[in-house]
């Protein structure tokens, strides 16, 4: 880990709040980590935040970041402002939420909010790098329909890769919103195979609820990895 500066070479709004941030090197070093990691950005005077990367480690040109600024804080004030050429500075890479290649268990993965993106980066390496056809189910879960970002890339995966599927819940839908509604936590109460590795990302909430379903069903806490954002 080292402190980087970056430069912020494009800014997106991906979905409502959401932005996509990509930062390139300001020197000659390669972007090295695993997927799963964060980097610790300077938002303010002796304030810092974390954001997972998005991006894969096998593109070591840039990172991506995917940040809702509707918590309001000073992390989401600095990100709103950004302007592209902007300088950033970061620790990285930070973390131990890291994927874990084996294909002799599926990879499930579950996510709330931008909670998504470490998995991002995960399905990403798996599919397109470890390449062992590994079982890996994604779940994603999404307060509102306006809120779902990287819905394309999911369906890209999908569509390519038969060992990969995914299902993006939407708690509060609309009538524009065509897909599951509710929680995902339903679906998992009725599985049957819980010999897998189970990683979550998202809200302190979710995470507990979740691992308590899990660990009420048998699953041994040393398959489950979780990140927890806030
Ligand atoms: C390891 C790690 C990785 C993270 N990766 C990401 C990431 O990839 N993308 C991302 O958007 N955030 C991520 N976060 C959360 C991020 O670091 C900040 O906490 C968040 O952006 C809020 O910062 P803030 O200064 O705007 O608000 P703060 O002033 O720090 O918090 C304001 C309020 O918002 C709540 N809150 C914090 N985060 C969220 C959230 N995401 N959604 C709703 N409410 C929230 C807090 O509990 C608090 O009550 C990560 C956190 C950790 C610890």
């Known amino acids: 880990m080292s402190q980087r500066v970056f430069k912020l070479a494009d800014k997106q709004e991906i979905a409502d709040d959401i932005f996509s941030l990509k930062l390139e090197a300001s020197d000659d070093l390669a972007l090295e980590f695993e997927a799963g990691q964060f980097v610790s950005i300077e938002v303010g005077d002796n304030q810092r935040r974390s954001y997972s990367i998005a991006s894969p480690p096998q593109q070591s040109d840039h990172l991506e970041l995917n940040?809702?600024?509707?918590?309001?804080?000073?992390?989401?004030?600095?990100?709103?402002?950004?302007?592209?050429?902007?300088?950033?500075?970061?620790?990285?890479?930070?973390?131990?939420?890291?994927?874990?290649?084996?294909?002799?268990?599926?990879?499930?993965?579950?996510?709330?909010?931008?909670?998504?993106?470490?998995?991002?980066?995960?399905?990403?390496y798996e599919l397109e790098v470890i390449k062992s056809g590994r079982e890996v189910q994604l779940y994603y879960g999404a307060k509102f329909r306006i809120d779902v970002f990287a819905a394309d890339k999911l369906e890209v995966w999908a569509a390519k890769y038969p060992n990969f599927s995914?299902?993006?819940?939407?708690?509060?839908?609309?009538?524009?919103?065509?897909?599951?509604?509710?929680?995902?936590?339903?679906?998992?109460?009725?599985?049957?195979n819980l010999g897998a590795d189970f990683y979550m990302c998202g809200a302190q909430g979710m995470i507990e609820a979740f691992e308590d379903i899990l660990e009420a069903k048998g699953v041994d806490p040393a398959n489950i990895y979780h990140e927890q954002f806030y």
């Open 166 to 192: 995914y299902k993006i819940y939407v708690e509060e839908p609309d009538a524009e919103w065509k897909g599951l509604t509710g929680r995902y936590s339903s679906a998992v109460e009725q599985w049957r």
């Open 67 to 124: 940040i809702s600024t509707k918590p309001g804080g000073v992390g989401s004030k600095y990100v709103e402002a950004l302007e592209v050429g902007a300088e950033v500075k970061g620790l990285f890479p930070l973390g131990v939420f890291v994927y874990k290649p084996d294909a002799s268990k599926p990879a499930f993965m579950f996510s709330g909010g931008t909670g998504l993106a470490p998995f991002l980066s995960m399905v990403s």
